[in-house]
């Protein structure tokens, strides 16, 4: 009697409600977790329905009289862990091919043809009076579908890694205020700084010690901050300050809100940003927890790797804003080569002398908008050419030094 209550209060109502606590409260380490419960279910089944027998309990007995408790303890360790590893490699195991005969069943349903859609000529509508199909001219509701609207833009971004003791990896040109990249730079040293230890005495990061660690960690970096962009394009923004040069260079940029915008619920943004080497830093989630990122309403979020298109050779760290039969909206970055003792083109004579300490790596960034056009949504596709637009220019302004030149 008491063991069936145990059962049903400890390990079934008890473990559903911890387990949905964890999903409700970290839904973001669900995939983590489900290979752990998976290993507990095992052993709580072997437990109870193979070790916890009489007639297991009675072998134990006889094999403890006549095997030294030396032996016994080792062996039973061995076997136990035996039994855990087999269990562990088969649920992972099982998680893979689940996960492959997800991704193939994805693959299928995007390989189907859409259904066509009649044509105005031959469509039927009800006669709501009689019950009946009235044939000829198409329904109010019909809609002819066009080729969607496609638009695919890049440029590339050279960033020079410093990696003398003297100075951080990556800066802005305090003493060239009016060099184009300034913002962009100083967004990246922002990042970077996060990688560094707090008590670090040395201006280099050494947990960067390699190019591929340090490409790494600047695609990351600019992913970020491409999105602070995005974001900052849809809020509006607005900055002031002093040019020896130029005098006054306040500037102010009006939002470009999206169609039918939203604020995205920023718990969920935090979850995607998680997934980042410095995702979970106060400052960042302070940014996004009381100006959320804008999205039309019913859209999706995500940040991934991805091929903009299906015959692109580069893999970009992207950011995408989609809603099923309607847009997407794509953002990425891409590693393209990392050049060592070489400074861009565009750098001030006076860091040209120390070259042989950079190492220029050059990024893609790109963004492809794609909007489902039909005969009835024409408004539509205006307003989300227009919000992309927008955002592509913000990024150009901010990232693309070859802007500023032809300016």
Not at 58 to 71: E, Y
Not at 195 to 218: G, N, W
Not at 260 to 286: E, H, M, V, W
């Amino acid at each position: 009697m008491w063991r069936k209550l145990r059962i049903l209060f400890v390990e079934v109502i008890g473990f559903g409600l911890v387990l949905g606590w964890l999903m409700w409260k970290y839904p973001e380490l669900v995939d983590d977790i489900i290979p752990w419960i998976a290993f507990f279910i095992l052993w709580h089944l072997t437990w109870e329905y193979v070790l916890d027998t009489k007639p297991v309990r009675r072998l134990a007995q006889s094999l403890s009289r006549k095997i030294k408790p030396m032996v016994a303890w080792p062996l039973i360790f061995l076997i136990g862990g035996g039994i855990s590893i087999g269990y562990w490699y088969g649920i992972n195991k099982s998680l893979a091919r689940l996960a492959r005969m997800a991704a193939k069943r994805a693959e299928e349903s995007r390989r189907e043809p859409p259904k066509a859609e009649p044509s105005p000529e031959k469509a039927t509508a009800t006669d709501p009076a009689k019950g009946t199909e009235a044939h000829g001219n198409a329904a109010p509701h019909t809609k002819t579908v066009f080729a969607p609207y496609q638009r695919t833009e890049s440029f590339i971004i050279d960033v020079p890694y410093y990696g003398g003791d003297d100075g951080f990896p990556v800066h802005a040109l305090l003493d060239v205020d009016e060099y184009p990249l300034n913002d962009a730079y100083q967004c990246l040293a922002g990042i970077l700084l996060i990688y560094r230890e707090p008590e670090a005495k040395v201006q280099q990061i050494a947990a960067l010690d390699t190019i591929q660690k340090r490409s790494e960690a600047l695609v990351e970096a600019l992913r970020y901050c491409v999105i602070e962009t995005l974001h900052q394009t849809e809020r509006g923004s607005s900055k002031f300050g002093i040019s020896v040069k130029k005098g006054s260079i306040a500037a102010y940029k009006p939002a470009i809100p999206p169609p039918n915008s939203t604020d995205y619920p920023p718990q969920q943004f935090f979850a995607l940003l998680s997934a980042l080497p410095f995702g979970n830093n106060d400052r960042i989630k302070i940014l996004y927890q009381n100006r959320p990122l804008r999205v039309p309403k019913g859209s999706n979020v995500e940040l991934l790797k991805l091929k903009i298109d299906a015959n692109d050779w580069v893999e970009h760290w992207g950011i995408r804003i989609r809603k099923a039969d309607v847009f997407s909206l794509v953002v990425g970055v891409a590693p393209i080569n990392a050049a060592i003792g070489v400074v861009p083109e565009s750098f001030p004579e006076q860091y040209r002398a120390k070259k042989e300490k950079y190492v220029t790596y050059s990024f893609a960034i790109t963004m492809k908008i794609q909007i489902e056009r039909t005969s009835t949504n024409a408004p539509q596709v205006e307003d989300y050419k227009h919000w992309s637009d927008g955002i592509w220019s913000a990024i150009r302004d901010k990232f693309d030094i070859k802007q500023h030149q032809t300016q």
